[in-house]
């Protein structure tokens, strides 16, 4: 209990003495921070791993879609199978046969129906990438925060040991000047 209330206290003391408010004043965030500097333990960690322990097995699957369907190797793969259905159908349409004849409206259908399921994909991809985005801007802003604060600790320390040192050289100064006047 009493380790309790002496973490409870210096918990109080560092959210004065660091960002001039009381604990219960504070921001989660804030809150968080000042907890962790009192307990002396990181604050950091792989958002990238947590992120995707939490993919379903759908979200994974956007995702590789996603990526393929961005990529260069979708964009030539897919010109070229334009290309050869544009051909194969010129070829045909000269002998008479072509399954789809200038101006190719079953390719249009295609790529009409491959951009339709492509485009809600694409934007699940996107959404979750953003939401990714805004729980690392969050974890930075915690870590940068409390680097803000261990600084400002460090320079609190050496001010103190600063002084003390100046009122050392003034004691002695002091001390040698009694010791010449006798």
Known sequence: MDYTFGLEKKIQELSQKLLKNNYENLPEKEKKVVTHIAKG???????????????????????????????????????????????????????GKSFDP???????????????????????????????DREDAASDYEVNLKAELEIRRLHNKIDQLTTLLQEKDQARATLQDSTLVK
């Open 41 to 95: 333990i990181h604050i950091s960690r792989n958002k990238n791993l947590e992120f995707e322990k939490k993919l379903t097995f759908g979200q994974k699957i956007a995702d590789k879609i996603t990526t393929f369907g961005g990529s260069w190797t979708f964009i030539l793969l897919f010109l070229g199978i334009i290309l050869v259905w544009i051909s194969i159908n010129i070829y045909l349409l000269t002998q």
């Open 102 to 132: 200038y101006p190719f409206i079953l390719l249009n259908l295609v790529l009409s129906m491959l951009a339709a399921l492509q485009a809600p994909v694409i934007m699940m991809s996107q959404n979750r990438q953003a939401s990714k």
